[in-house]
């Protein structure tokens, strides 16, 4: 797969204190990611993904304000439960080039003690669409999704 170079990537990483197999589930199930995608005080009302290289990732997240933020993207790569690559970008029009604003790559990589190293990576087009995305606020937005997420996988996923 063709990457772009380090200096487009912007990333975050955190050790979870959870399985490995809980948090590729929180990223698979739509009504999981519904849970805890966004930052804090955003709300995803909406989240379809057909879970196949070539498969639609779509989501639609809501400020307090009711401003929407529809994404919309196709999986490249998935590798249960150890790595999802998917496109991105914000729609419609948001990228006048007509290109995904950038490709991410998660990856869940056990730890001892049942534990998970999550390591989340923007890898955008050019130098400019990553420090768009920076300025936009990817370390605060990201990092807020990701306290979600942990929270929702350390205190318990609520049932289905």
């Not at 589930?25 to 990611?33: C, D």
């Not at 950038?102 to 534990?115: C, F, I, N, R, S």
Request: glycine share 8%; aromatic share 10%.
């Amino acid at each position: 797969m063709n990457m772009q170079p380090a200096e487009f990537e912007l990333s975050i990483s955190r050790l979870i204190d959870a399985p490995r197999s809980r948090v590729f589930r929180a990223w698979t199930e739509p009504a999981l990611l519904q849970q805890w995608w966004g930052p804090h005080g955003m709300t995803t009302p909406e989240c379809e993904m057909n879970l196949w290289v070539g498969g639609l990732f779509r989501t639609l997240m809501r400020a307090p304000d009711g401003t929407e933020y529809p994404t919309q993207g196709v999986f490249l790569d998935i590798i249960a439960p150890r790595r999802l690559v998917f496109t991105d970008a914000f729609m419609p029009g948001w990228i006048p080039s007509g290109k995904p604003f950038m490709t991410a790559e998660v990856t869940l990589q056990e730890v001892e003690g049942d534990k998970t190293l999550y390591t989340a990576r923007a890898m955008h087009w050019s130098l400019e669409d990553k420090l768009a995305h920076e300025a936009m606020g990817f370390h605060q937005g990201w990092g807020q999704s990701l306290d979600r997420l942990e929270a929702l996988v350390t205190q318990g996923m609520r049932p289905l």
